[in-house]
């Protein structure tokens, strides 16, 4: 966990509720956490359960790692601890998503098991869901796939920490739902995701 380093700083809670936040918004808020290699399929996933949670009426936002990267955490590269600080930043960004009753979309490499049981461990303090989804790809077949020639940099030693090159990755012990991308359609995935979210009281409603 990282230091609490200020002084003389206290939580304010404000007259509205979480729960008066989820009846307004018709869903409970939660992180739902997409984890795997480069080309896995992360962010192809989120992009379609985000459009298919907004034909259902339900608020939903992307965390993608490119586009973190490119804000709030623009100053971290990817050594070990850069990793892990990008991955506790973004998770104290869902943790307050989430308690505001949007459903939050990570779409994060997060190779290190410890980094993401820190981003669950912080959920499950404030009362909040935490679904982790494994996008189970092949290294392989995320390499064949490679859409932004990435594996092909890091093969020529151009790109150093690179996960499944250079930098391991960590696949998660018992994630709530494990999406095989090179076996599945993409309507399958977000179908099983939105079964999911059903049967864990997220969305009130199909």
Request: proline share 3%; hydrophobic share 40%; with cysteine.
């Amino acid at each position: 966990m990282t230091e609490q380093i200020a002084t003389n700083v206290h939580w304010h809670d404000g007259e509205v509720s979480r729960d008066d936040r989820y009846r307004t918004l018709g869903q409970k808020g939660a992180t739902l956490w997409f984890t795997g290699f480069s080309g896995s399929g992360k962010s192809t996933v989120a992009v379609a359960l985000e459009q298919a949670l907004m034909r259902r009426s339900r608020l939903s936002y992307r965390l993608d790692g490119d586009n973190i990267r490119l804000g709030i955490n623009k100053n971290l590269g990817f050594s070990a601890a850069d990793r892990t600080e990008n991955i506790r930043r973004i998770g104290e960004v869902g943790k307050l998503f989430a308690d505001a009753g949007i459903i939050v979309l990570s779409s994060f490499i997060s190779p290190y098991r410890a980094d993401r049981d820190s981003v669950r461990a912080l959920h499950q303090e404030g009362g909040l869901d935490f679904i982790e989804i494994y996008v189970d790809c092949p290294l392989d077949e995320a390499e064949r796939r490679d859409p932004k020639g990435l594996y092909k940099k890091a093969r020529a030693g151009q790109i150093k920490n690179f996960t499944g090159i250079d930098d391991p990755y960590e696949a998660p012990n018992a994630p709530e739902l494990v999406l095989k991308t090179a076996e599945m359609t993409l309507s399958q995935e977000v179908d099983a995701i939105i079964e999911l979210m059903i049967q864990r009281g997220i969305l009130f409603s199909a």
